[in-house]
């Protein structure tokens, strides 16, 4: 049975990624055809249209997802945590948008959830997650073009903000900035001594 809703849910998230690529598609030519001379190429305009759309379409499941077991609060708490740490420390991207919907929903959707799990060890955790920011961040992605000159400010911005939750206390906080902590410390094989 378990098997049977994944299926479900792998084929929506099929769907949805076909017809979003559709919709976006459409939407870049015709911002093209409106103004040919002072736009770029359609490939670029899609490429980036497409990561919006598919940071909107993990925000609104997860929220959704959250507005139906009651933690829609919380569920917006982790979704913001995670990506202003993210925007910061950089870190690991999966190999196709479907994979990163799907992880990402899930985890966004899952934190809530969990975070009686982690109560009593929230110091540790946010410990882990500092000593990974003082030592791997940022991990920005090859594609972002990100200076190297910044760098020293996005770790200075991202060791700010996981040592706020010394102060916050919130364990979905904590939680999500575990989860991006692992996506900045996994691709050490592609790092470059800072």
């Given at each position: 049975?378990?098997?049977?809703?994944?299926?479900?849910?792998?084929?929506?998230?099929?769907?949805?990624?076909?017809?979003?690529?559709?919709?976006?598609?459409?939407?870049?030519e015709f911002i093209k055809?409106?103004?040919?001379?002072?736009?770029?190429?359609?490939?670029?305009?899609?490429?980036?249209?497409?990561?919006?759309?598919?940071?909107?379409?993990?925000?609104?499941?997860?929220?959704?997802?959250?507005?139906?077991?009651?933690?829609?609060?919380?569920?917006?708490?982790?979704?913001?945590?995670?990506i202003l740490l993210r925007?910061?420390?950089?870190?690991?991207h999966l190999k196709s948008?479907?994979?990163?919907?799907?992880?990402?929903?899930?985890?966004?959707?899952?934190?809530?959830?969990?975070?009686?799990?982690?109560?009593?060890?929230?110091?540790?955790?946010?410990?882990?997650?500092?000593?990974?920011?003082?030592?791997?961040?940022?991990?920005?992605?090859?594609?972002?073009?990100?200076?190297?000159?910044?760098?020293?400010?996005?770790?200075?911005?991202?060791?700010?903000?996981?040592?706020?939750?010394?102060?916050?206390?919130?364990?979905?906080?904590?939680?999500?900035?575990?989860?991006?902590?692992?996506?900045?410390?996994?691709?050490?094989?592609?790092?470059?001594?800072?």
């Amino acid at each position: 049975m378990e098997y049977y809703y994944g299926d479900i849910y792998i084929s929506h998230t099929k769907r949805t990624e076909i017809i979003m690529n559709h919709l976006s598609l459409k939407i870049v030519e015709f911002i093209k055809k409106s103004n040919p001379e002072q736009t770029h190429s359609i490939e670029i305009m899609h490429y980036a249209l497409s990561i919006i759309m598919n940071t909107l379409l993990i925000i609104m499941t997860s929220l959704c997802i959250g507005g139906l077991t009651g933690q829609l609060k919380e569920t917006f708490l982790a979704l913001f945590s995670f990506i202003l740490l993210r925007m910061s420390s950089g870190g690991v991207h999966l190999k196709s948008a479907r994979a990163c919907n799907i992880v990402s929903i899930f985890i966004c959707s899952l934190i809530p959830h969990i975070t009686y799990l982690i109560h009593n060890h929230l110091i540790w955790i946010n410990l882990f997650s500092l000593l990974v920011m003082i030592l791997c961040a940022p991990n920005p992605d090859a594609n972002a073009q990100i200076p190297k000159e910044w760098y020293l400010g996005l770790k200075i911005i991202s060791i700010i903000l996981v040592s706020l939750n010394f102060w916050i206390h919130s364990s979905v906080i904590g939680l999500a900035f575990l989860v991006q902590s692992f996506t900045v410390i996994i691709p050490l094989q592609r790092r470059s001594i800072r």
